[in-house]
């Protein structure tokens, strides 16, 4: 079974402060790893996959097999950093990927 | 592009009744996925069409069921209605390595 804990529903930091989310996951297998964010009042989208190891809007996420995790850093948050913050796990069953979400973390990055 | 649209956007049926939600892929996608997704929580897969056929599907009861038409468009329907089905209903379009669009949901209350 495949499954993405983020243990902190709520996050509070004060801007210019690092900020990082909490992501594990369990999958017997290869996964792929997803950051997705939800701003107010908008439509869920991706925000980082670790297979690009690029940098979006200054967050970076590593992936740990080892401590099977995939934890979202970013060195000083800015305020419009303020959104719910999703970790997904894509696993292969049969011939398709499905995404499994965790229960998401709320950042309110204050002024 | 206007990525993917969902209709309605906000929907009030009773309990028993049946519901039929709508999704439009991004343009040039051909895989359509959809989440149910409750309050306080993060998106849960329900099942997925390609090529007009049900490719996966998550752990929901036989009352959700789908379609997918040659357009790639897609219908979610839940048949029955209970209290518990009242959610936020994510549809999302990929293509087979592509990262997941998400459209805006159809919010679902059932009294």
């Known amino acids: 079974a495949q499954r993405v804990t983020q243990p902190e529903k709520l996050l509070s930091v004060f801007k210019g402060a690092p900020v990082e989310l909490k992501c594990n996951y369990s999958?017997?297998?290869?996964?792929?790893l997803f950051w997705y964010v939800q701003y107010s009042r908008q439509r869920l989208q991706l925000l980082l996959r670790?297979?690009s190891r690029e940098s979006i809007k200054g967050f970076t996420a590593d992936l740990n097999k080892g401590e099977t995790s995939f934890h979202l850093k970013k060195p000083f948050a800015q305020e419009e950093d303020s959104a719910m913050y999703y970790c997904?796990?894509?696993?292969?069953?049969?011939?398709?990927?499905?995404?499994?979400f965790g229960s998401g973390t709320q950042l309110t990055v204050l002024p | 592009d206007a990525g993917v649209t969902q209709s309605p956007t906000h929907l009030i049926k009773t309990r028993g009744q049946q519901v039929t939600l709508r999704c439009s892929p991004k343009?040039?996608?051909?895989?359509v996925s959809w989440y149910q997704q409750a309050l306080g929580q993060g998106p849960q897969f329900i099942f997925q069409?390609?090529?007009?056929?049900?490719?996966q599907r998550g752990n929901f009861p036989d009352r959700f069921s789908g379609h997918q038409y040659p357009n790639y468009s897609s219908e979610l329907n839940v048949n029955a209605l209970l209290l518990g089905d009242s959610a936020l209903y994510l549809c999302?379009?990929?293509?087979?390595?592509?990262?997941?669009?998400f459209g805006q949901g159809t919010r679902l209350t059932v009294v």
């Open positions: 999302a379009s990929s293509l087979v390595t592509i990262e997941a669009f």
């Open positions: 999958y017997s297998g290869s996964p792929e």
């Open positions: 670790h297979i």
């Open positions: 997904a796990l894509s696993g292969l069953r049969g011939s398709a990927r499905q995404l499994t």
């Open positions: 343009s040039g996608h051909d895989t």
């Open positions: 069409y390609y090529e007009e056929e049900e490719r």
